[in-house]
């Protein structure tokens, strides 16, 4: 009998490679708790799909599944969600960045009520190793500002490295469409909404291998927009429903649940049916002889 995960670990990817294995190895080792690793790729040709099944053979808990909201980080960790079966959804990277160790801590958080529970680098405990220097004191500099001024629960709202309820998730929606600034969207969300935000420290790791696709100049525009967003009076769910991008993301995200169950169901159909058509051969066979 499949057990129903209590966590969905959302990975996006982009021609990982054979890099994707040791990453998943250590996410496996460390998650003791009934989960699914959704391995979430743009393409059908993406160079991570092969050795993602490899690794999917040795334990079923990885699922590789096919991003249809368009090609890009923020697409990829919103389909993710979206399809996620887990009342908790932590986000981490393929580059070996973030401490899978730390997975389980940041969902027991949400589990306990909060919505947003956040790897922090910049609390006391946390610490980033390597990385560009400039977007090293843009993040810290955003993280700290709105942790004093806008009174969210988190020092480093910009780290992509979270756990979300799913529910929450569904509540709100997810409108970021570009670079990896959902995070700091749903910390923003939570933050006007007065829904309790968490954080334990991280120690941050600078990828080793392949190159890092994160672009500062195209991405800061998003992540000004939430930035300014988490200022302000309350809101309740109906006046944040009413943003147009908002309902527009529910939607998305009802479409995309729906066809995973499709595909689900039909997957167990056609198993039942090989199991038949088996069962009916050995028979067969049974009355030859």
Not at 168 to 192: C, D, N, P, W, Y
Not at 197 to 219: H, K, N, Y
Request: charged share 20%.
């Amino acid at each position: 009998m499949t057990l129903v995960p209590q966590i969905s670990v959302v990975i996006p990817v982009y021609n990982e490679g054979a890099a994707i294995v040791p990453c998943l190895e250590r996410i496996l080792r460390a998650v003791m708790m009934p989960a699914e690793v959704l391995v979430v790729h743009d393409m059908p040709e993406d160079s991570t799909v092969a050795y993602a099944l490899e690794v999917q053979a040795r334990d079923p808990r990885v699922r590789p599944v096919l991003n249809t909201y368009g090609r890009g980080p923020a697409n990829a960790i919103r389909f993710g969600i979206d399809v996620a079966r887990a009342p908790v959804a932590v986000v981490t990277m393929a580059d070996g960045s973030d401490d899978p160790r730390q997975i389980e801590d940041l969902a027991r958080l949400v589990e306990r009520g909060v919505v947003v529970a956040a790897a922090s680098r910049y609390m006391p405990g946390g610490q980033q190793v390597g990385g560009p220097r400039f977007k090293r004191f843009l993040s810290r500099t955003a993280g700290r500002s709105l942790h004093v001024l806008a009174r969210v629960g988190t020092r480093d709202a910009t780290n992509s490295f979270k756990a979300y309820s799913t529910g929450f998730v569904r509540q709100v929606g997810i409108e970021s469409k570009t670079g990896f600034e959902i995070g700091i969207e749903l910390t923003a969300k939570a933050t006007r909404l007065r829904l309790p935000v968490a954080e334990i420290p991280t120690i941050w790791l600078d990828r080793q291998l392949g190159e890092s696709r994160f672009d500062v100049g195209r991405f800061m525009p998003s992540y000004l927009r939430w930035w300014r967003f988490s200022f302000g009076r309350r809101l309740t769910l109906e006046q944040l429903a009413k943003r147009p991008a908002s309902s527009a993301a529910r939607d998305d995200a009802a479409a995309a649940r729906a066809a995973a169950q499709q595909s689900a169901q039909q997957s167990v159909q056609q198993s039942a049916a090989e199991s038949a058509v088996e069962s009916l051969s050995g028979n067969h066979e049974a009355v030859q002889t």
